[in-house]
C-alpha cells in the first residue's frame, strides 16, 4: 500500500492555476523525486502537502488517513516531516537547540529530545557545530540543520525542498549517502525537490516530473530524463 | 531542583548565592527612602519578569500590560473592601480575572491572525477600554479612585498585608525568587522550548508539530497571570487605585522598560532593568528637586535616554554583555 497517495489536487492562487489535477504516490520505504523548472509547483505541492495549503480539490490520503485541510503541526505530527526551501532556522537558538524542538515531537521528556537531537546531528556532521548559534551558519549548513530537524520529528514520510541547492558536489554525494543510509536503516520514506540531478539521479527510484502546475511525466530515473517533453520544457538536449 | 542549576558555572552560583544575601540583610542598613526605593526595584523587577515571559520567551508583544496590573490590583482590592476577604484569597480571584482577560485578548487576536504590532495595538486598546470601564464605575469608586483602610505601622500582618515596607520588601522579594525560578524551569521545559521556536519563526515552529495556537495563549495566559500580584501587591502597598494611573500606558511602558535594557527573553535582564533603570531615574529626579530644579517629565526623558543608548551600544540588553564579561554564562 502506498504510504503518501494524492488523487487530483488542485491549487489556485487567485488567477494563477499553481497546481492542477496532480496526483503520485509514494510507497512505504521509496524515494522519489519531483523535478520541474521554476515555478512549476513544484513547492506548492509540498505546501498543499504539508497542510500550509489547503488543496481546492482532490485528495491525500497518507499512512491510510485522509490528511488535506489538516494544519501543518498536525501533519507533523501524523508522521510528515518538511523542509522549507528559503530556511526558516530558530536564528537565535543553537544548532541543538534548534534541533531539540524537532525532536520534542517525538520525544516524552527533553531530556530524551536532546539525546535524539545529538543523534541526528551526528548523524547528519552537525556535531561539532552544536553549540553554535544557527543564525551563525553558513547557507549548506543551515539547509543541513532543516534537514536534521524534520529528521528528529520521528517522521515516515520526509519532505526535502532542495536541500542540496549551494552544496559542492563533494558535499552532495556526502548527503546523498547519509539518505541513502537512513532510507535503508529506518525505512525512511523520502520525496526530494531537487534541482541538483545527480542527487536526483543518485538517490531517486522513481521521479515526478510537474510544468505549469501539471504533472507531465512520471516513472523511473533513466526514462524520465530521456522523455521528449521532459527534455524540452527542463533538461534540455545536453542533460546527462 | 538540580535542573534549575544546571550548566551554571560556580562563579554564577556564587555571584547569585551574594547578590540575594546582600538583599536579605538590605532593609536593616538603609534609611526609609532607600528601602522605599528598594520596593519599587523589586516590585518592577517581577513585573517584568512576568511580562518577559510573553514577549521575551513566546515573542508576543504587549504593550498594554498595566492591563493585568490594574485589574489584579482591583479585583483583590474590591475583594478585600468591599467582601473582608483577606489578599492571598483576593490573589486568586485576580489571577482568575487577569488570566481570563488575557485568554480573551489571545484568542481574538490568534484565533484570526493578528500578530506583530497589531497585536500590541490590541493589547493597548484593551488596556484602554477597561480604563475607562473603571473610571465609569461608581461601586469600585470610579475616576475618585478606591482606597484601602491605610495600614497599622506598628505590626506586620502577613495574612492581611497590612505593614510596614519592610514587610512588602520581603514579600516582593520571595516573590521574585519565585518568578526567576519559575521562569529558569518554563524556559527549559518542553513549554519553553516551543516558545522560542515560535518566537524565532512560527512558520518552522508549525511545521515541527507545535500547534501555535495553543502555546501563545498559554504565553499570554501565564503572563498575565504571574503579572495579577503585581497588581495585588501594588493595591496593598499604595492603598489606593485610581483608573487614570494604574492603567496607564506610561506604567505599561515602565514594565517593559526594564527587561529590554536588561536583556529581553534573558532570565537576570527584567532584575539587572529594574536594578539599573528605577534607582538611577527616582535618583535624578532627587538630584534635581534637591538642586531646586523643576523639569516635569524628567522621568520619562530619562528611559528615552536609557533606551536609546541600550539600543545603539548593547541591542541584546546590559545582561548578556555582563555576563560574559564575568564568565557567568550557562553553559550548554
Not at chain 1, 512520471?218 to 526514462?223: I, S
Not at chain 2, 465609569?136 to 479612585?145: D, K, N
Not at chain 2, 520619562?300 to 528615552?304: D, H, I, R
Not at chain 2, 540588553?317 to 564568565?327: Q, S
Given at each position: 500500500?502506498a504510504?503518501?497517495?494524492?488523487?487530483?489536487?488542485?491549487?489556485?492562487?487567485r488567477?494563477l492555476r499553481a497546481?492542477?489535477?496532480v496526483?503520485f504516490?509514494?510507497?512505504q520505504?521509496?524515494i522519489?523525486?519531483?523535478?520541474?523548472?521554476?515555478g512549476?509547483g513544484k513547492?506548492?505541492?509540498?505546501?498543499?502537502?504539508?497542510?500550509?495549503y489547503?488543496p481546492?480539490?482532490?485528495?491525500?490520503r497518507?499512512?491510510?488517513?485522509p490528511?488535506a485541510?489538516?494544519?501543518?503541526?498536525?501533519?507533523?505530527r501524523?508522521?510528515?516531516?518538511?523542509?522549507?526551501q528559503v530556511v526558516?532556522?530558530?536564528?537565535g537558538l543553537s544548532?541543538l537547540d534548534?534541533v531539540?524542538?524537532?525532536?520534542?515531537n517525538a520525544?516524552a521528556?527533553?531530556?530524551?529530545?536532546?539525546?535524539?537531537?545529538?543523534?541526528v546531528?551526528?548523524?547528519?556532521?552537525?556535531?561539532?557545530?552544536?553549540k553554535?548559534?544557527?543564525?551563525?551558519l553558513?547557507l549548506?549548513?543551515r539547509?543541513r540543520?532543516?534537514?536534521?530537524?524534520a529528521?528528529?520529528?520521528?517522521?515516515k514520510?520526509?519532505?526535502?525542498?532542495?536541500v542540496m541547492?549551494?552544496l559542492?558536489?563533494?558535499?552532495?554525494d556526502?548527503?546523498?549517502?547519509?539518505?541513502?543510509r537512513?532510507n535503508?536503516?529506518?525505512?525512511?520514506?523520502i520525496?526530494?525537490?531537487?534541482?541538483?540531478m545527480?542527487a536526483?539521479?543518485?538517490?531517486?527510484?522513481?521521479?515526478?516530473?510537474?510544468?505549469?502546475g501539471?504533472k507531465i511525466a512520471?516513472?523511473?530515473?533513466?526514462?524520465v530524463v530521456?522523455?521528449?517533453?521532459?527534455l524540452?520544457?527542463?533538461?534540455?538536449?545536453?542533460?546527462? | 531542583?538540580n535542573m534549575?542549576?544546571?550548566?551554571?558555572?560556580?562563579r554564577a552560583l556564587?555571584?547569585?548565592?551574594?547578590f540575594?544575601?546582600v538583599?536579605?540583610v538590605?532593609p536593616?542598613?538603609?534609611n526609609?527612602y532607600?528601602l522605599?526605593?528598594?520596593?519599587?526595584?523589586?516590585?518592577?523587577?517581577?513585573?517584568?519578569?512576568?511580562w518577559?515571559v510573553?514577549?521575551?520567551?513566546a515573542?508576543?508583544l504587549?504593550?498594554?500590560?498595566?492591563?493585568?496590573?490594574?485589574l489584579g490590583?482591583y479585583?483583590?482590592?474590591?475583594?478585600?473592601?468591599?467582601?473582608g476577604?483577606?489578599?492571598?484569597v483576593g490573589?486568586?480571584?485576580a489571577?482568575?480575572?487577569?488570566?481570563a482577560m488575557?485568554?480573551?485578548?489571545g484568542?481574538?487576536?490568534?484565533r484570526f491572525?493578528?500578530?506583530g504590532v497589531?497585536?500590541?495595538?490590541?493589547?493597548i486598546?484593551f488596556?484602554e477600554f477597561?480604563?475607562v470601564?473603571f473610571d465609569?464605575?461608581?461601586?469600585?469608586?470610579?475616576?475618585?479612585?478606591l482606597f484601602?483602610p491605610?495600614?497599622?505601622l506598628?505590626?506586620n500582618?502577613?495574612l492581611?498585608?497590612?505593614?510596614a515596607?519592610i514587610?512588602?520588601?520581603y514579600?516582593?522579594?520571595a516573590?521574585?525568587v519565585?518568578a526567576?525560578?519559575?521562569?529558569?524551569?518554563?524556559?527549559?521545559?518542553?513549554?519553553?522550548?516551543?516558545?522560542?521556536a515560535?518566537?524565532?519563526n512560527?512558520?518552522a515552529?508549525?511545521a515541527?508539530g507545535?500547534?501555535?495556537f495553543?502555546?501563545?495563549?498559554?504565553?499570554v495566559?501565564?503572563?498575565?497571570?504571574?503579572t495579577?500580584?503585581?497588581?495585588?501587591?501594588y493595591a496593598?502597598?499604595?492603598?489606593?487605585?485610581?483608573p487614570?494611573?494604574?492603567?496607564?500606558?506610561?506604567r505599561?511602558?515602565?514594565i517593559i522598560l526594564?527587561?529590554i535594557?536588561?536583556?529581553?527573553g534573558t532570565?537576570?535582564?527584567?532584575?539587572v532593568g529594574?536594578?539599573v533603570?528605577?534607582?538611577?531615574a527616582?535618583?535624578?529626579?532627587?538630584?534635581?528637586?534637591?538642586?531646586?530644579?523643576d523639569v516635569p517629565?524628567?522621568k520619562?526623558?530619562?528611559?528615552?535616554i536609557?533606551?536609546?543608548?541600550?539600543?545603539?551600544?548593547?541591542?541584546n540588553?546590559?545582561?548578556?554583555?555582563?555576563?560574559?564579561?564575568?564568565?557567568l554564562?550557562?553553559e550548554?
Open positions: 500500500m504510504l503518501l497517495e494524492v488523487v487530483g489536487i488542485g491549487k489556485h492562487f488567477g497546481l492542477h489535477d496526483s504516490s509514494i510507497p520505504g521509496a522519489h523525486a519531483m523535478i520541474g523548472p521554476n512549476a513547492t506548492t505541492c509540498f505546501n498543499v502537502v504539508a497542510g500550509v489547503k481546492d480539490g482532490g485528495s491525500i497518507f499512512d491510510g488517513k490528511i485541510g489538516l494544519r501543518p503541526d498536525q501533519i507533523c501524523a508522521g510528515i516531516g518538511r523542509t522549507f526558516k532556522p530558530f536564528p544548532v534548534n531539540v524542538v524537532g525532536a520534542l520525544s521528556s527533553v531530556a530524551q529530545a536532546r539525546k535524539e537531537a545529538m543523534r546531528l551526528e548523524l547528519l556532521h552537525l556535531a561539532d557545530k552544536a553554535h548559534p544557527a543564525a551563525s553558513t549548506p549548513e539547509k540543520v532543516e534537514v536534521a530537524r529528521m528528529a520529528t520521528g517522521p514520510l520526509l519532505l526535502l525542498d532542495e541547492a549551494g559542492r558536489p563533494t558535499e552532495v556526502e548527503m546523498v549517502a547519509v539518505f541513502r537512513v535503508q536503516e529506518t525505512g525512511l520514506t520525496l526530494l525537490i531537487e534541482h541538483v545527480r536526483v539521479m543518485a538517490l531517486a527510484q522513481h521521479i515526478v516530473v510537474l510544468h505549469y501539471e512520471e516513472g523511473a530515473p533513466q526514462e530521456k522523455d521528449p517533453k521532459v524540452e520544457c527542463y533538461l534540455g538536449e545536453e542533460a546527462l | 531542583m534549575l542549576f544546571d550548566g551554571l558555572p560556580r556564587v555571584a547569585l548565592g551574594l540575594l544575601a538583599l536579605l538590605a536593616w542598613l538603609v526609609a532607600i522605599s526605593l528598594l520596593v519599587v526595584v523589586l516590585y518592577f523587577a517581577y513585573a517584568g519578569q512576568a518577559n510573553m514577549m521575551g520567551f515573542g508576543q504587549s504593550l498594554g500590560h498595566s492591563l493585568y496590573v490594574g490590583a479585583a483583590a482590592a474590591m475583594m478585600f473592601t468591599k467582601f476577604v483577606n489578599p492571598w490573589l486568586l480571584v489571577v482568575a480575572t487577569t488570566t488575557g485568554a480573551i485578548i484568542f481574538l487576536a490568534f491572525g493578528i500578530g497589531y497585536f500590541a495595538i490590541l493589547t486598546a488596556s477597561v480604563r470601564g465609569h464605575w461608581p461601586w469600585l469608586g470610579g475616576s475618585g479612585g484601602l491605610v495600614a497599622n506598628s505590626s500582618d502577613l492581611n498585608l497590612r505593614g515596607p514587610m512588602f520588601y514579600v516582593m522579594l516573590m521574585c519565585a526567576l525560578g519559575f521562569c529558569r524551569w518554563l524556559l527549559g521545559s518542553r513549554l519553553g522550548y516551543y516558545w522560542q515560535i518566537r524565532e512560527e512558520d515552529a508549525a515541527l507545535i500547534p501555535v495553543r502555546y501563545k495563549m498559554i504565553a495566559m501565564l503572563s498575565s497571570a504571574m495579577a500580584f503585581a497588581g495585588v501587591f496593598f502597598y499604595y492603598n489606593n487605585l485610581f487614570e494611573q494604574i492603567f496607564s500606558m506610561g505599561s511602558i515602565e526594564g527587561p535594557i536588561g536583556g529581553l532570565l537576570i535582564g527584567p532584575i529594574a536594578f533603570l528605577t534607582p538611577l527616582d535618583g535624578l529626579s532627587e538630584l534635581l528637586q534637591w538642586a531646586g530644579i517629565g524628567v520619562q526623558v530619562f528611559y528615552g536609557c533606551l536609546l543608548l541600550v539600543v545603539v551600544f548593547l541591542p540588553g546590559i545582561w548578556p554583555m555582563l555576563a560574559r564579561r564575568l564568565g554564562e550557562r550548554h
